[in-house]
Nanobody, 121 residues
Framework: QVQLVESGGGLVQPGGSLRLSCAASGRIGSINAMGWYRQAPGKQRELVATITSGGSTNYAVSVKGRFTISRDNAKNTVYLQMNSLKPEDTAVYYC???????????????WGQGTQVTVSS
């Protein structure tokens, strides 16, 4: 039905940058909010940033001023630009999207498979 495919994770030194991408594909009717979450080992999954279809954004306090979320509605893609990365940003990053399938009425949450981000010297 719908797939969210993430890319852009990897290993980076403290202070470095990475850009994550997440593309949604399938029988998509429309997409409401999109976002990024992360889960570090031994911790619960937490919100990183979200963006509405109109472009309004919300950030976790820990990433505000360092991370920027954006989206390309024509490509059904959401991005996360991560600058000034810290070791505590190390986690698996998951893409999330509220999607209504074609010919359906309800929006449902969909998740990507996750991409590893490791910040280490």
């Amino acid at each position: 039905q719908v797939q969210l495919v993430e890319s852009g994770g990897g290993l980076v030194q403290p202070g470095g940058s990475l850009r994550l991408s997440c593309a949604a594909s399938g029988r998509i009717g429309s997409i409401n909010a999109m976002g990024w979450y992360r889960q570090a080992p031994g911790k619960q999954r937490e919100l990183v940033a979200t963006i509405t279809s109109g472009g309004s954004t919300n950030y976790a306090v820990s990433v505000k001023g360092r991370f920027t979320i954006s989206r390309d509605n024509a490509k059904n893609t959401v991005y996360l630009q991560m600058n000034s990365l810290k070791p505590e940003d190390t986690a698996v990053y998951y893409c999330n999207a509220q999607i209504r399938l074609q010919a359906e009425m309800m929006f449902y949450n969909y998740w990507g498979q996750g991409t590893q981000v490791t910040v280490s010297s």
